[in-house]
């Protein structure tokens, strides 16, 4: 049998990638040997009664049920919940670390103050009572004065009753600015609305598709419900379906797939629109379910021809014309898009052309296809009820500019709070709130963030951890753990029908912390007036339980609701968006003569949550070594600037530098670097802090033009001998 280079480095990474990214593994593992690391801070379970009790993750927008086995109430062990609609009993290494964010050492313990200069780590621990007082007065002055609107709350989602919550009280007390952070899901509800005409999200039925075609989702490096998407790749191996992974890096997804196509950066949409060029030239494509074509077909046919795209992507024009037809001519073909694990958005011009391709298979809310479905609507709540100060605030402009001028159907452009803060602003903001939520860490151009944060008065950070943001912070209100609280958890991530998870507290708080969505109906009340008139609930448990309503039990007794009769968004799609620029890398080519893109691990989080040491242990010795991060690049540009496997370089952009070492990778692009998130930490603990590099240092945002998302793919960059 003859075996390429390319196959050959796919089926090297590939077994290595089967056997770390499956279930099985962290599935099997015993008591002794999660409990032998015999880290300092880890607790010795005592003998006693072994019960199980069942709960939903939180650590990522999945929603997998698990189930936490404990020994006389101490939690000892996370496992998957048999028979959940997501998971069905296996876990991912985040989910399995849980209990070392439970019990680690950054856990922040009680409520404190800073008391020396931002940032330099000086607390004093205060009581609720003392906390309560400093945030009400706070807000309370601030809105005495006819300035609510300067005040801004950032949360990592709006889904669920506690983002809820927090919009429900940033409008009663007269603030426009609730901001959630940035992800994947910010352009797909766009497109969604541009497409389709309606409010939704997509859903894409990859238990039943026969044939995949993924424009950098890592489908099996987190992207939408992680352990769901393990089995649908093992799935797919046993059905032996055709799965084929476009991107510029050999990634694990790549490996994993029947073929790996290397694609140059940013070229995704350009070769979407190829293919769907030569389905529509061969009369392959159905085009029944999409209006306006007749009138963008002489375009797309003259624009997108093969021959074309494949001076653009790099891509031989007879593999694209392959491509197009193994996908058209296939009962359930799916196209996927998002890169890596979706927690950045990429261009509106890249997400609607992957969707119309989807629509040209005639494969939309069908099953193998791709579902426009709204989300769940359990949320009933009556309208708050505004004084003349909170009705005020509200008539201001947000401060990121969403929803006014070009960009009215953008909900949120948290990219662009750090210009706003650092005076590109319609008015200084005074007071932040950040749950759920480490800008500090990961929104681009790090240092501009921070000196950002730097100029707000007062921050208040109701973190579970002491992450970078935290440290930032005035006033520390630490949330519970999601093992330690009850709380709605809806899911996405992916998925073909709406379902709305319970995470449950398993175990008693460890430390001194409160509930957020308690701290939030306690503030409104010390508030009094019509912001107190906006929070009836005696406490967040029975504001939880109304909410829910006949959910709730369901809930209570499977730990997950799931509605089976979900109806998608009906109608014809409109092409849109197609017409918009590419989004280019930031920086001149001539002092600039590399591309630098950032990657996803299933490893690392890469969101606002810090890896367990679990997870670090698990980080190959070619990503990081010690405290050394490295940079993978091929070795032809390698030899090009004399530098060999393990030396120590000088990588800079145009928004900074930083000390890296080479990693030699021949299933990379000529030409790029790559570098994975969630690394370069500067909070947390020994385990995590100091190592490695944090690739958002080095990269800037780039709006797109068509949405004010920040679609940057990757920035121009050089490396040095160090």
């Known amino acids: 049998m003859k075996v390429d280079r390319r196959s050959f480095l796919s089926f090297v990474i590939g077994g290595a990638a089967g056997t770390a990214l499956s279930p099985l593994p962290w599935k099997l593992m015993d008591d002794s040997s999660i409990w032998s690391q015999m880290w300092p801070w880890t607790p010795v379970p005592p003998d006693g009664e072994v019960v199980y009790e069942d709960s939903t993750c939180t650590l990522c927008p999945g929603g997998c049920g698990i189930s936490v086995r404990k020994v006389d109430s101490r939690a000892v062990k996370i496992e998957g ?75 990592g989602s709006d889904s669920g009753t506690v983002p809820a919550l927090i919009q429900r009280f940033m409008a009663a007390y007269g603030s426009p600015n609730f901001m ?313 991530a992916g998925l073909v029908q709406q379902m709305i998870g319970l995470s449950k507290p398993v175990v008693s708080p460890q430390f001194n912390t409160r509930h957020l969505g308690e701290v939030l109906i306690m503030t409104a009340k010390a508030m009094g007036g019509s912001i107190a008139d906006a929070f009836p609930w005696d406490d967040y448990e029975t504001c939880l339980e109304e909410t829910l309503a006949e959910k709730w039990d369901t809930l209570m007794e499977t730990g997950v609701w799931v509605r089976a009769d979900t109806d998608p968004v009906a109608g014809s799609i409109q092409l849109a968006g197609l017409d918009a620029p590419a989004v280019q890398a930031e920086g001149d080519v001539n002092s600039f003569p590399l591309l630098l893109v950032p990657y996803d691990s299933i490893q690392l989080t ?32 390698a030899s090009g600037v004399g530098l060999g496997e393990g030396d120590r370089a000088t990588l800079t952009t145009p928004r900074g530098e930083a000390l890296v070492r080479v990693h030699l990778f021949e299933g990379i692009q000529p030409g790029v670097l790559a570098m994975v998130r969630g690394l370069g930490h500067t909070a947390y603990d020994g385990y995590l802090a100091g190592k490695g590099v944090n690739v958002n240092e080095l990269i800037g945002p780039v709006e797109d033009p068509s949405t004010g998302f920040d679609a940057a793919w990757g920035i121009r960059a050089k490396l040095d001998k160090a």
């Open 180 to 492: 959630r952070s940035p992800s994947y899901r910010d352009v797909d509800e766009l497109t969604v609305k541009a497409l389709f005409g309606a409010d939704g999200r997509t859903g894409f039925d990859v238990e039943n598709a026969d044939y995949v075609l993924s424009f950098g989702s890592g489908f099996v490096d987190g992207w939408g419900s992680p352990v769901r998407m393990f089995k649908a790749a093992s799935l797919w191996k046993e059905k032996d379906i055709p799965v084929v992974q476009v991107e510029p890096r050999l990634s694990n997804s790549a490996a994993k797939a029947t073929r790996w196509i290397p694609i140059n950066p940013g070229t995704e949409a350009d070769l979407a629109l190829g293919i769907a060029a030569v389905m529509v030239a061969n009369g392959i494509a159905d085009t029944g379910d999409v209006s306006g074509l007749s009138g963008w077909e002489n375009d797309l046919l003259a624009n997108y021809e093969p021959q074309k795209v494949a001076q653009t992507t790099g891509i031989d024009a007879a593999v694209i014309v392959e491509v197009a037809k193994g996908f058209a001519r296939a009962d359930r073909p799916l196209a996927l898009c998002g890169r890596g694990k979706a927690q950045t958005a990429v261009s509106l011009r890249e997400t609607a052309a992957v969707y119309i391709l989807n629509a040209l298979t005639g494969n939309i809310n069908q099953e193998g296809g791709m579902w426009a479905i709204p989300e769940a609507d359990y949320i009933q709540w009556p309208d708050v009820a505004t004084d003349n100060l909170a009705s005020a605030g509200l008539d201001q402009p947000r401060l990121d500019g969403a929803g006014t001028g070009k960009y009215t159907d953008a909900r949120y452009l948290t990219n662009r709070l750090a210009d706003s803060v650092n005076g590109g602003g319609p008015y200084p903001l005074q007071v932040l709130l950040v749950a759920g939520a480490n800008p500090c860490h990961y929104l681009p151009d790090t240092q501009h963030v921070k000196a950002a944060f730097a100029r707000i008065p007062f921050i208040v950070s109701f973190s579970s951890f002491q992450d970078e943001t935290a440290a930032m912070a005035d006033l520390l209100m630490p949330d519970h753990v999601y093992l330690e609280r009850y709380e709605d958890v809806p899911v996405g």
């Open 606 to 637: 890469s969101g606002y949550m810090g890896e367990a040491p679990f997870m670090i242990k698990a980080v190959s010795d070619t990503v990081i070594q010690g405290t050394d991060g490295f940079i993978e690049i091929n070795p032809l540009t």
């Open 81 to 155: 919940q048999s028979g959940h609609p997501v998971n069905d009993g296996s876990i991912c290494i985040l989910g399995l670390s849980g209990l070392q964010m439970l019990y680690g050492p950054t856990r922040i313990k009680s409520p404190m103050k800073r008391i020396g200069e931002r940032g330099e780590g000086k607390w004093q621990k205060i009581s609720w009572d003392e906390a309560f007082a400093i945030l009400t007065e706070k807000l309370t002055d601030i809105r005495d004065k006819g300035e609510a609107h300067t005040v801004a709350a950032l949360a």
